[in-house]
């Protein structure tokens, strides 16, 4: 069974503040995909990253960066500078890759992110 | 890119009541989607698969009888929620598979609709 830990609950930062979102994994799978997205209070997903399992480079796209580590099945999200956009819920997500690239998502509980002007 | 439409984005209905939620892909075609559900404050739970002219495929807990999923054609999955009540209030929102996306060479997401927020008063 595939399951995503996201810790922390909510998050408040202040502005221009670096903030680091957590994100736990578990399968069996060999090949998988790990998603990013975020979820502003108007309820759509942002798409934001996606990573299969095979590869460990980590990203960077402005402000946001992410860290996939498979020894620790983590997939850490940063974002540096925060803004008061930035405010949200996050959700990482994750997906077997059995299906050939059907997105049948778990995703975690997701981090309430609030950005303090 | 590829856009998966939804709608309503809201709705406010009785109990007791049916609501049909459409799931359409625009610009490409789909031979799967996948309704979600998430209550308030809470994460995304995967309800069901929707395949192309067959039966949906529940997550165990759901009740296929109470929320309806057709598929009829690959561009429109609906899902009707029969005889709502209160606690069937949340939002709803589908996805798309990015497999089927033509010509865009395997694509690197998957796409969501806007969500449809359901309140059964």
């Known amino acids: 069974a595939q399951k995503v830990t996201q810790a922390q609950t909510e998050i408040s930062v202040v502005e221009k503040e670096d903030v680091t979102l957590d994100c736990v994994y578990e399968?069996?799978?060999?090949?998988?995909?790990l998603f990013w997205y975020k979820q502003p209070p108007s309820g759509e997903l942002v798409f934001l990253i996606r990573r299969n399992s095979f590869d460990e480079q980590n990203e960077i796209s402005g402000r946001y960066s992410w860290n996939f580590q498979k020894s620790t099945s983590s997939f850490n999200f940063t974002i540096t500078a925060s803004q008061v956009v930035d405010s949200a819920v996050y959700f990482c997500a994750l997906s077997d890759g059995s299906g050939a690239g059907s997105y049948q998502l778990t995703f975690g509980k997701g981090t309430k992110l609030s950005v303090i002007p | 890119g590829a856009v998966v439409s939804q709608h309503p984005s809201w709705v406010i209905c009785k109990s007791g009541t049916s609501v049909k939620i459409e799931c359409r892909s625009l610009?490409?075609?789909?031979?799967?989607m996948f309704w979600y559900r998430q209550f308030p404050k809470q994460s995304l739970m995967l309800m069901a698969t929707?395949?192309?002219?067959?039966?949906?495929?529940?997550e165990q807990g759901v009740e296929k009888d109470k929320f309806l999923i057709n598929h009829a054609s690959l561009t429109l999955s609906t899902l009707t929620v029969t005889s709502a009540h209160p606690e069937d209030s949340s939002f709803y929102i589908c996805?798309?598979?990015?497999?089927?996306?033509?010509?865009?060479?395997?694509?690197?997401?998957?796409?969501f609709g806007q969500g449809t927020r359901l309140t059964v008063v």
């Open positions: 929707s395949n192309e002219g067959s039966k949906a495929t529940y």
């Open positions: 399968t069996r799978d060999t090949t998988y995909y």
């Open positions: 610009d490409f075609q789909a031979t799967t």
């Open positions: 996805s798309a598979d990015w497999e089927l996306i033509v010509g865009t060479g395997g694509n690197t997401e998957a796409f």
